[in-house]
T-cell receptor
Framework: DADVTQTPRNRITKTGKRIMLECSQT?????MYWYRQDPGLGLRLIYY???????NKGEISDGYSVSRQAQAKFSLSLESAIPNQTALYFC??????????????FGPGTRLLVL | AQSVTQLGSHVSVSEGALVLLRCNYS??????LFWYVQYPNQGLQLLLK??????LVKGINGFEAEFKKSETSFHLTKPSAHMSDAAEYFC????????????FGSGTRLSIRP
């Protein structure tokens, strides 16, 4: 079984709709992240959480919100989807206690299309 | 502010040829440095990372990267390309503070010609 799972894997929605992307992990990591990937722009950080009570905005948080329901779950919401939020979304985890230069572990991604 | 630059959004090499993917970082203090690979329809996975133990870092699948402080570079190489190496490669940097966040480059798509 995958260590980091994302649901749904693909989603088509309409402008103005609310949508939630979910991420679950079995790695026991405290740190979780949401990124979006756009061609030519690499990965950009939307939100991150260093533990259940710690939520922080990333570089492109406008239009998004998150919820850390438990150590293992981190959800990303688009309150009112717009077409320029069409992208590939990745959840990732990391563990500071793993030592210097913590590795990030990525889910398989959610491909979102906003019409 | 920390940044990562990958030169060349697309690199094409022949099977068996040398692979060289370029990465430069901008940081006042050398950060931790990473190369991640993304195969089609998959998430990113770690190829290798530099944590200052050794400047030449060996990773999976025959890849290696050399940290050069004087050039602020961390280029990825593989002596002989294989068709299965076709993927997108991301260089990334992480500051040494506990609250630092990783910064990714824009990615380089590697194509392998038969």
């Amino acid at each position: 079984d995958a260590d980091v799972t994302q649901t749904p894997r693909n989603r088509i929605t309409k402008t103005g709709k609310r949508i939630m992307l979910e991420c679950s992990q079995t790695k026991g990591h405290d740190r979780m992240y949401w990124y979006r990937q756009d061609p030519g722009l690499g990965l950009r950080l939307i939100y991150y959480s260093f533990d259940v009570k710690d939520i922080n905005k990333g570089e492109i948080s406008d239009g998004y919100s998150v919820s850390r329901q438990a150590q293992a779950k981190f959800s990303l919401s688009l309150e009112s989807a717009i077409p320029n939020q069409t992208a590939l979304y990745f959840c990732a985890t990391s563990d500071l206690s793993s030592g210097r230069g913590e590795t990030q572990y990525f889910g398989p991604g959610t491909r979102l299309l906003v019409l | 502010a920390q940044s990562v630059t990958q030169l060349g959004s697309h690199v094409s090499v022949s099977e068996g040829a040398l692979v060289l993917l370029r990465c430069n970082y901008s940081s006042s203090v050398p950060p931790y440095l990473f190369w991640y690979v993304q195969y089609p329809n998959q998430g990113l996975q770690l190829l290798l990372k530099y944590t200052s133990a050794a400047t030449l870092v060996k990773g999976i699948n025959g890849f290696e990267a050399e940290f050069k402080k004087s050039e602020t570079s961390f280029h990825l190489t593989k002596p002989s390309a294989h068709m299965s190496d076709a993927a997108e490669y991301f260089c990334a940097a992480l500051g040494r503070g506990s609250a630092s966040k990783i910064i990714f480059g824009s990615g380089t798509r590697l194509s392998i010609r038969p």
